[in-house]
């Protein structure tokens, strides 16, 4: 695999997390308008922080695993 098209898989899967951290959005958001705490929306926010973090590193290993 050259680099050109290991960036454009790395490009790909970027914009796939990107798409899936959108309905994450509404469920936390759904969840804060029920549930009226400040520690709930910090807990909710960090986890969604670390999940993002989770599905780019996911993203990077499987494009630099594939040579």
């Known amino acids: ?3 050109k098209e290991k960036s454009i898989r790395i490009l790909k899967l970027l914009l796939l ?3 899936l ?3 994450l ?5 759904a969840i804060e308008i029920k549930i009226h ?3 709930f929306t910090g807990i909710s926010s960090s986890l969604i922080i670390t ?3 989770i599905v780019i590193l996911i993203a ?3 494009a630099f695993a594939e040579d």
Request: aromatic fraction near 4%.
């Open 25 to 29: 959005a509404f469920i936390k958001r």
């Open 21 to 23: 951290r959108i309905p």
């Open 17 to 19: 997390a990107n798409i």
């Open 60 to 62: 990077l290993i499987t």
């Open 37 to 39: 705490s400040p520690l």
């Open 51 to 53: 999940i993002n973090i």
């Open 1 to 3: 695999m050259n680099k």
